[in-house]
């Protein structure tokens, strides 16, 4: 039975190929007339999801630091003692030396800072100027919420949120544990994320911890 079937399907296939190529030209391979030609195109595109950037990695190495108000600098220009100092870095997000005045420091960091205090000093002050920039005291972090002691708090580099909150005196009985939200002043806004307590914070965050329901 199966081999008289199979028979009968190779019989009727050039019957059906010549059904197929007997279709005119102009409407297409195996389409009815009524339907008339088909152009085949490519979909549209369609709209672009936003994929949002993880700025805070958790565990992870902190990208090159830049500076904003409130961080400290230590400037050591070699020879000249007039000018190496600690510096504090203005509401305006400027530093001030003598001779030069103010020079931008904010959204820089201590390397670019220092390029651009050795290219002042070129202008008439010094021949060759060699500028060290190093960060002598970074801005404070804040955390809030529920913790023992909420506040504002010295930076330490390589901390975590699980240090903040140990530094903030623990977390109260009612505190939710697992995550905490991080907010971190970036260009244009404020980027807010729950993340882990192994997230590695930097000067200038501000943790929330949150009250848990249960």
Known sequence: MRHARLALLLLALPAMAGCVTNFPASQGPGLASSFGPVAFAPPPPGPVAAVPVAILQPGGPISAYTLDSGDRLRIVV????????????????????????????????????????????????????HVAVEVEAYRPFFILGEVTFPGQYPYVPNMTVETAVAIAGGFSPRAFRRTVE?????EGGVFREPVPLTTLLRPGDTVVVAERWF
Do not use: M
Request: proline share 7%.
């Open 78 to 129: 070699f020879g000249q003692d007039g000018l190496t100092n600690s510096y504090a870095v203005d509401s305006a997000g400027n530093i001030t030396l003598p001779l030069i005045g103010p020079v931008h420091a904010r959204g820089r960091t201590t390397t670019e800072v220092s390029a651009a205090l050795a290219f002042q000093l070129r202008q008439g002050f010094l021949r060759e100027p």
């Open 182 to 186: 991080v907010s971190r002043p970036v």
